[in-house]
């Protein structure tokens, strides 16, 4: 047991797991009792851009005030919410929570459970501190891992299923920087939804990476009586200092039988394509790294640090074309919307899925299709790789109506309360 200064959200790490229905609206008020600015972002929810948690489309919670966010939720599926403000500290000790938006499906399982995967690096007194002039020079670049690696906010945690029984698992990446590729020690899984929501059809596979920001829903079992594995983390090469590692989050011990009610079906819902290969790319955007007199490296996006991207308009298909001109990885993050992949390096993806992170692979480019429905305001994109967002890698952009210029204003509902 490790005793550690952790900040979180209703005294717990991870905070409390959100639920709601499909096209609930969610009411939450957000007390600061920290003793610095935040705000909340709703990864992944479809919300309106006043509501979006981010420190250019509401002022900051300053120390003992509060504010409410309300928004519906649209879409099923597994998100998370996390602080957007000096995200390298906040994140890194604990504001983050599951927020799930259950979905009608045919998918019946013996059993649910939420896995938010995360790392803390810790010094020998289990403080947060920064190291050396190197070691932070390191961290930078590589984004901050941690040897203590929490499921829940727990190390070693413990599962237990009952044999012949299938459980469902939505698993959410939320370390600063760690790249997870999900492992049951060779067992097979199914997946059956990514980022937002369900795929087309259950998939089984033995591996899945999970890069920072990115989830998945997996269908695990049925096992037998006294079998006993890990949740393993495969060893990734991001081309980082760091070297890439195997390691163990869980243990699953599987007990007595159970009668089971579990049943997937194999169609889980359709996923119309907004564009096929050939649509005509309407923006480029890449990111890079570059030569810095200060900090040795800039993380880049378009060439600028912090940037901003012209704005689209309302109702207008986007192909964008999101390339990684660096020789590390950098998983893309956009705000607000999901995307469809089209292609990566030419190459359509094996299965079709919405998405909001997809992991930019070095020297590769993808692209995605997406439409700005009708939530005129400011986004932003950015690389989920916490130090990587901070240094400089993300870009704003207005999503604009035709008709009524966007005039940009903090809108009412943000004043304080
Ligand atoms: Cu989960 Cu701006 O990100
Ligand atoms: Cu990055």
């Not at 920290?34 to 948690?53: C, F, K, N, Q, Y």
């Not at 390191?138 to 190390?155: F, M, P, Y």
């Not at 997996?218 to 096992?223: D, E, H, M, S, Y």
Request: proline share 6%; aromatic share 10%.
């Amino acid at each position: 047991m490790k005793t550690i200064q952790a900040w979180g959200f209703n005294q717990s790490v991870p905070g409390p797991v959100l639920r709601a229905k499909q096209g609930d609206t969610m009411i939450i008020k957000v007390n600061n009792e920290l003793d610095e600015p935040t705000v909340v972002h709703w990864h992944g929810i479809r919300l309106p851009a006043s509501m979006d948690g981010t420190g250019e489309v509401q002022k900051p919670i300053q120390p003992g005030d509060s504010f409410i966010y309300r928004f519906e939720v649209p879409d099923a599926g597994t998100f998370w919410y996390h602080s957007h403000q000096n995200e390298t500290q906040q994140m890194e000790r604990g504001m983050y929570g599951a927020l799930i938006v259950e979905d009608d499906s045919k998918i019946v399982t013996d059993a649910e459970r939420v896995l938010m995967i995360d790392d803390m690096k810790l010094l020998k007194d289990h403080s947060f501190k920064k190291g050396s002039f190197i070691e932070r020079w390191k961290e930078r670049h590589d984004g901050r891992e941690g040897d203590t690696l929490l499921i829940n906010g727990r190390e070693n945690y413990l599962i237990e299923m009952h044999e012949g029984q299938r459980e469902r698992w939505r698993i959410i990446n939320a370390s600063s920087a760690r790249y997870v590729r999900i492992y049951l020690g060779g067992k097979q899984f199914t997946l059956v939804g990514t980022d937002g929501g369900l795929i087309e059809a259950p998939m089984d596979i033995t591996e899945m990476l999970l890069t920072p920001g990115e989830r998945i829903d997996i269908i695990v079992g049925p096992f037998l009586n006294g079998e006993l594995f890990y949740i393993e983390s495969l060893p990734y090469n991001r081309m980082t200092f760091l070297k890439a590692k195997h390691n163990a989050f869980a243990t699953v011990r599987v007990k007595e039988a159970k009668p089971s009610i579990a049943s997937v079906p194999s169609l889980l819902r359709e996923i119309t394509p907004l564009a096929d290969n050939n649509a005509v790319v309407t923006r480029r955007v890449k990111f890079s790294v570059g030569p810095s007199w200060r900090h040795g490296i800039n993380f880049l996006i378009n060439g600028d640090l912090h940037t901003n991207d012209a704005p689209v308009y309302v109702n207008e298909l986007q192909i964008w074309e999101v390339s990684n001109t660096s020789l590390m990885d950098h998983p893309f993050h956009l705000h607000g919307f999901f995307f469809q992949v089209v292609e990566e390096n030419g190459k359509s993806p094996k299965y079709k899925a919405w998405k909001d992170t997809y992991n930019l692979k070095p020297k590769t480019k993808i692209k995605i299709a997406w439409i700005p429905d009708n939530r005129p305001g400011r986004w932003m994109y950015h690389c989920h790789i916490l130090e990587h967002h901070e240094a400089g890698m993300m870009a704003h952009f207005d999503v604009m109506d035709r008709l009524t210029p966007f005039s940009p204003q903090l809108p009412p509902s943000c004043a304080h309360v």
